[in-house]
């Protein structure tokens, strides 16, 4: 599996190189308040725009990974919170009281 895995990742490796080498040419990239930068490759536009969408899409799932921790986290407290009252539970009825001692009974 892991092979495979390898062989996908050279793959998409290749398809992309490809991409982006018949994709050499100068562009005029405009951004915020009219500023423009001329005559930048548009490999170099395209490998800016693909690393900030990989920072994004890393920020949101860190995000969602300390979320789902924090939940596991008082998930754990509250499992903990009654298992000990079940304990506490299975112990006032673990030991059960012999009818003499809550009324005995009287002598013939």
């Given at each position: 599996m892991r092979y495979l895995v390898w062989v996908?990742?050279?793959l998409v490796f290749v398809v992309v190189?490809?991409?982006?080498l018949k994709n050499t040419e100068p562009v005029q990239v405009n951004?915020?308040?009219?500023?423009?930068?001329?005559?930048i490759p548009l490999i170099v536009v395209m490998l800016g725009t693909f690393i900030l969408g990989l920072l994004l899409g890393l920020l949101i799932m860190v995000l969602s990974a300390?979320?789902?921790r924090r939940e596991m986290g008082r998930l754990r407290?509250?499992?903990?919170?009654?298992?000990?009252?079940?304990?506490?539970?299975?112990?006032?009825?673990?030991a059960p009281v012999?009818?003499?001692?809550?009324a005995p009974l009287a002598p013939l």
């Open positions: 996908l990742r050279l190189l490809l991409f982006a951004l915020f308040a009219d500023y423009v930068l001329h005559d300390m979320r789902r407290r509250e499992l903990d919170r009654l298992q000990e009252k079940a304990q506490q539970y299975e112990k006032s009825v673990a012999a009818p003499e001692t809550i």
